[in-house]
């Protein structure tokens, strides 16, 4: 008899619970500030990720981390991100420093794989949703603590830690001084706040709308707001009124929002009477309306210098591209003003700075393609899940859908940080929707 239970206990189904999967989620988007840690985190993820699943499909019999679609949606999306750089890699260059780019993408599937687990369960999904929420919600407290004291607490003490550790800051005296908006904790030599705080956003609005009702959502909403306008990152702002939107339809109807959305143009524009920074900000904007080329280019702070250049480039190269992160590369050869000193000043555009550009650019029409594909198998997902899985990936989805929404100006998704914040939103979107549960 006790052989024979021992024997069933062995082929028994190992449980596993996946906890510390939100716990290393939370921790890699808190150190966003901090990139060079935070991709330590992100590699050392994806490492212990391989080791533990390895270990566990040794074992036999265990109940998965995650449903079978989640883990083939997690992995498409993986694909139509990194098979455009594979392609790009073929007639690169440098061969060698390309398919090196290459190999070290690979990380980002089993990085995505432990995302998709952290929010597989209700139990995991809270953990993680409710620890991006209180990182955001941080974030806007200290970056509001700045605007009024003129210095970021989180900041400070960061640089006071690096002090500590070697001698120097983060910042040059020469990067403070030329650091034109509230930066927050990622500082002024680190100018991407108002673009991330935009991104993870959503978490923190669900979470104050389920929990405070619409009140809450409203003075949260308007803190974040605040906060992006004196951000100063045009993009941020297109980014957070596409999420208010429709946040806040579902919350307030259609009529409220509309008194909200006034309220909200209302405020900026008080805001612009009270900061010179934001005064600049739309007064350059308005330069597009003068209907003259360099009015344009000033308003896009040389913008369509750079897009300029990446159609040189996409005629250049259009199957696969001039290769990823090479548009900096390329860009002497297409810069289709040369002679004149660019709206950012001295040296070569980096990158396309708006997502189809920069695809076509840097993959050509073949990574394109196989972006669409990556967004229709999403959408297909979304269509066909129902009405609660829906409700428990909308948060995700949302960040996701703004951070790639095609008007508007972008960061480079083929950047360490960027890129790593691209995969974790749309493996947050795909655990979270695809989640084994009952509905």
Known sequence: MANSSAETAMHEPVPVNGYWAPVWVIAFVALWPAPGVAEGVLVLGALLTVVRLIQLHLKGGIRPLLSIPAWALTSVLFLAYWLPQ?????????????????????????????VAIAVATPQRRRTTFTGLAVITGVWTLDALMQAVTGTSPLFWSMDQLKWAINGHGLCTPEEV?????????????????????????????????KRFGRWGWLLVTALVGVVLVLAGSRASWITYALIVLFSGWRLLGGKWLTVVLLAGVLGVAALAMGSQQVRDRFERTGMALSGDADGVDQALSGRAQIWGAALCMVRAHPINGVGVRDFREVYPQCDPAPEKTAAWGEGVALHAHQIVLEILAETGVLGLLLWIAGVAMAIRAWVYAGTAARDRARPAALALAATVFPLNTHLAFYSTFWGGVAVVLAALYAGALLAEEQD
């Open 86 to 114: 594979a392609f790009s890699a073929l007639d690169a260059t440098d061969p060698g420093g390309a398919w090196t780019k290459v190999a070290v993408g690979l990380r980002y599937l089993p990085f995505m794989w432990l």
């Open 177 to 209: 001084a030329a650091a034109d908006r509230l930066s927050g904790i990622f500082g002024p030599c680190n100018l991407k706040f108002g673009q991330v705080l935009a991104s993870v956003s959503p978490f923190l609005l669900f979470f104050v709308g």
